[in-house]
DNA sequence: CTGAAAGCGCTTACAG
DNA sequence: CTGAAAGCGCTTACAG
């Protein structure tokens, strides 16, 4: 049997098509007994209303909105931080009737969901300026915030605070009394060397702030860090291998560019009988829900996850309605917790 | 400017609408010469390749599944189990050059995603069965696949042996001597009382098979467990203050629905001086990620999330080809680890 | 290797 | 309140 379209129904009920789709899209235009003639029919030929790709292409609009992020769908999810800004943009974007839809980088050269999905515009999340996902997303010319990443164009953008939160949390070890100080990072290739400005001229935008943050405060104050680092963009093999070389010799503190790089370090100092804190103080970055829960509480630098979601789903609806918001900037700010405090007091000599 | 489409690149070029088709989808049906002209206008125009909503049209399809989850997309991403079932599902997905839309259930009656979003097929994760979602997706006859949910018609089901594990874990207290038992529960309006067949007849499917395997061994052993439960689908406000008055006269041991559901019994019992597992034994149930870092490490029923994204997803993925999977119902087993014990002696008397 | 024809299912002004 | 016309942007056989 043929597929039911409006057309069928049009037949059965003997109005034109376009009166069905009426009693379907827009109730005000047609009668009600009428309409309930013709729902009535549809019912009875299991008709459940109008099909949503003809629906889309006629109306230019999907009621989807893409999200690109770093990684595979896989890696994404993996991230606490990552799953609670999708929940907030999910959540933002259904109460204007949106969906999400995940938008993967894929291996296969003849699908890429980026270039082939319907959508009326998307968030790009925590992205490398190069990705091929980036460049074609930027082709389609569709609506598009960008959010922690490098600019498309000159689409309205979510960033982060990064070099303030930063700052304090290297403020709070100076306090504390730490010299010797290394800090973590992704997007670097360095093996525990001491930091100098060629290190931030390589990295990513977002760890770019973080070094600046860290290292503005602690030279300032005389200290050059120790930086350990991988070129990828995750807690990696090669991280946790320098994090191990680095902890042959270790420093009185770290600073991690993300709780889980604090929480891999601290799990290598204890496996090596290290104390936290009072061999070695910690500082994380996001202040997952994890940080809190862990034992000892781990010091971190706070950003609001939930918020930065709503922004970015705020923003590119907005920008759907042809309003522009303006760049936004969120805030960071240190949470002293219990994985940092006094370095160790060593004996003379 | 007018819109860039097909046309206006073949205008350019000075072939058909057709042949700028095939330059873009089927590259063997036209010289290597003519197609680099075509992509080489297409490229000056601005043309990024055949627009997603009419090929979805025209193909009669979109490269999109869609998911159904519980509750609203924050909810859902709240849950380790349910991100985790989201990852694999994403990951088999984009294996095969499909995208995930995530359908969450509006309170606007204007939208509905489930109705009105264009994909090729979709898996409905752990909904009621009258769910107005669910319904929506029936009527529109798409290929479904669905997990932990009861049937809509006729679909192909992945499910979790569900009364395996829990007996395994009822098992398990009886062994180490209990039996002052309560079980904690969703779906089932329950204060403290004593279990019996009617609340089995309330719960939703997965539940009531837990309690199935949690009350054969218990009552085969002459025990009659405690239950206590929420109506609705989560830890909420009604199961915490529940689990509260049970915990003024409180059991020896309890079994609980989730992981989380036992984290929060366990939490109230410290706040109260109870030592887990010396005071009271407490299993959970997913073996989630956090059931291993707790401290005490929580004895749990594993199930494996991965498994049951990824054949969610190969299922309906075959279902597209036309080839009928047969339902699966996935493994679960008793996890022993620090958060159960012998129950305490107490003074005879 | 290339194109004319027909069609995918729907909606948007507009005229009556 | 209802319908004829035009169109959304693309692809699928098919004929040459």
Same mark, same amino acid.
């Given at each position: 049997?043929?597929? /039911? ?38 019912? @009875? ?13 006629? *109306? ?20 606490? /931080?990552?799953?609670?800004?999708? @929940? ?8 204007? $009737? ?25 968030? /790009? ?57 290394? /800090? ?37 104050? $005389? ?69 809190? *829960? ?56």
């Amino acid at each position: 049997m043929a597929r /039911v379209t409006l057309q069928t129904i049009a037949d059965e009920v003997g109005v034109s098509r376009m009166t069905v789709s009426n009693a379907f899209s827009r109730p005000d235009q047609l009668s009600a007994a009428l309409r309930a003639q013709i729902l009535d029919a549809a019912a @009875r030929l299991g008709y459940s209303g109008p099909d949503p790709a003809g629906r889309a292409l006629a *109306r230019g609009r999907t009621g989807v909105i893409g999200v690109v992020l770093t990684n595979s769908p896989r890696d994404a999810f993996a991230d606490e /931080v990552a799953v609670g800004f999708l @929940r907030a943009v999910a959540a933002t974007l259904a109460d204007e $009737g949106y969906s999400l839809v995940l938008l993967h980088s894929s291996e296969r050269s003849d699908v890429d969901p980026v270039r082939d999905i319907a959508m009326d515009g998307a968030i /790009v999340y925590s992205c490398a300026p190069r990705a091929r996902e980036v460049t074609a997303l930027r082709e389609r010319r569709l609506p598009v915030v960008t959010v922690e990443s490098a600019p498309l164009g000159d689409e309205p953008r979510i960033l982060l605070d990064d070099a303030a939160g930063s700052g304090q949390a290297a403020a709070h070890l100076l306090e504390q009394g730490h010299r010797d100080i290394a /800090v973590v990072v992704t997007s670097v290739d360095a093996a525990d060397e001491p930091l100098d400005p060629a290190h931030r001229g390589r990295a990513s935008g977002t760890i770019g702030r973080r070094l600046d943050g860290w290292a503005s405060v602690l030279t300032g104050a $005389g200290v050059v860090p120790r930086i350990v680092g991988t070129p990828g963009f995750d807690v990696d093999d090669v991280l946790r291998e320098r994090i191990a070389a680095m902890l042959d010799d270790p420093p009185t503190a770290v600073l991690a560019f993300s709780d889980l790089a604090a929480l891999e370090v601290i799990g290598q100092a204890r496996d090596r009988g290290l104390r936290v804190p009072e061999d070695l103080s910690v500082v994380g970055f996001d202040d997952s829900p994890l940080a809190a *829960r862990v034992s000892p509480p781990l010091t971190t630098v706070r950003q609001d996850v939930d918020a930065k979601g709503t922004a970015a789903a705020t923003t590119l609806l907005a920008l759907l309605r042809g309003e522009r918001r303006p760049d936004l900037t969120l805030p960071t700010s240190l949470v002293v917790r219990g994985s940092t405090g006094r370095p160790p007091v060593v004996a003379a000599g």
